[in-house]
């Protein structure tokens, strides 16, 4: 029996080793109050500088435009909420414009905002791949607009959006533009030089690095009221003493992204992409969701299967010792297709049997190997068990 194998890297990384060894001796020693004057305080915010320093290097940005945060999820909603708030008592301001596929970091936050903020939410066209449409959200862009949020890649079929000219439009008409890269950020570059965008969402536990940490980009100027209130640390934008040991080791994880993103990418794409061909050959009534190769994420491969309960494939796939995801988030005996597949236009039928693939820097094709050997037996499975 081999070992399991990993392969849900979309849903959280283990810390790298060289991440681990750049926290721990912060865990020991560095227990200093960043804010405190006393040696032990200064220690502390030399650490929180230099991490903060590394990753506004990374970005193209300057140090007070990194905002640490607790996890992506916190990063979005200090980005929609901190910035449709402040942007709706900047000018009267009331729409805001989302992707009709965004992680529920950003649909149930827009959500709450126009239950409880009287907020005009509206979601952008996109084809069937999951890409915004450009010149239907163009036209969308009116002088009312609050925010517009589009996600830099979808974590569910791994589509990428075209970040660059969506920035661009909404420069043109000078509205504020937040993209959540927290599965993009994982890796490629963001250069904020070039990309014209105002607040990026990432995470590390999707690079990894530690749980429990977050960063948003947040380009100077830009309208953004604290969602988090107390003291003054982030620039008042972030009420909590700084955990520094995570700050450090988000930055030394996202250094190697960048260090090693290229690399890893050569070493992903062509395992992903035998992925696809596989599935597509020898698994009958099977789809690719999401985009076609070149624009999605390098580690990402996500299908439907006809006639097949997605949960209970995760199950299986389990016992024969590999971790894979679904897209529907409720638990077998009570299916719901996932938001994102029905809205792009599956039915019940297929939208029920969802996987998704996504694989490590460190996974082997010999593990993909063994994975696509016993993929389509368990679908049969599955499909049996059904009838
Ligand atoms: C994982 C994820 C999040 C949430 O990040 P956490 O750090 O888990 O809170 C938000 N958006 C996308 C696209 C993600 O993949």
Not at 37 to 63: K, V
Not at 137 to 159: P, Q
Not at 235 to 242: D, I, S, V, W
Not at 366 to 384: G, H, K, M, T, W
Request: charged share 20%.
């Amino acid at each position: 029996m081999n070992t399991p194998t990993y392969l849900d890297f979309g849903a959280t990384t283990p810390i790298d080793k060289r991440v681990l060894s750049v926290m721990l001796p912060h865990l020991e020693k560095t227990f200093g109050n960043p804010s405190s004057l006393h040696s032990w305080g200064q220690s502390a915010e030399r650490i929180l500088d230099e991490s903060r320093r590394i990753m506004a290097e990374l970005l193209g940005a300057l140090p007070s435009e990194i905002i640490f945060t607790s996890c992506g999820s916190e990063s979005d909603n200090l980005a929609l909420r901190g910035g449709a708030i402040a942007r709706r008592e900047a000018g009267g301001f009331n729409r805001i414009l989302i992707s009709p596929l965004e992680h529920p970091a950003i649909s149930n936050t827009a959500r709450q905002l126009a239950q409880l903020n009287g907020f005009e939410i509206e979601t952008l066209p996109v084809d069937n791949t999951g890409r915004i449409l450009l010149e239907e959200m163009e036209s969308r862009l009116g002088s009312d607009v609050a925010l517009v949020s589009v996600m830099a890649a979808n974590n569910e079929i791994g589509t990428l959006n075209p970040v660059q000219e969506i920035g661009a439009l909404c420069q043109e008409h000078k509205i504020p533009f937040h993209s959540d890269a927290v599965q993009y950020g994982a890796h490629f570059p963001l250069d904020v030089t070039k990309l014209p965008v105002d607040l990026v969402s990432l995470g590390a536990h999707k690079f990894y690095g530690p749980k429990g940490i977050g960063a948003l980009y947040v380009r100077s100027g830009t309208p953004l009221v604290p969602v988090q209130t107390g003291g003054s640390q982030e620039f008042g934008l972030r009420a909590a003493t700084e955990n520094v040991p995570l700050i450090a080791g988000m930055a030394k994880a996202f250094q190697l992204v960048q260090e090693e993103g290229p690399r890893r990418i050569q070493h992903l794409t062509p395992l992903r992409d035998e992925i696809i061909r596989y599935v597509l050959k020898n698994i009958p009534g099977s789809q690719l969701t999401g985009a076609d190769p070149d624009s999605r994420l390098p580690n990402h491969a996500s299908f439907v299967f006809e006639g097949l309960d997605g949960n209970l494939l995760i199950q299986v796939l389990d016992s024969e010792g590999f971790a894979c995801s679904s897209g529907s988030a409720c638990k077998t005996g009570d299916p719901k297709p996932s938001s994102v597949l029905t809205h792009l236009g599956y039915t019940p039928e297929w939208a029920l049997g969802s996987l998704r693939v996504t694989l490590g820097k460190d996974t082997t094709r010999a593990e993909v190997s063994r994975f696509l050997e016993i993929l389509p037996d368990c679908v049969q499975r599955v499909r049996e068990t059904a009838q």
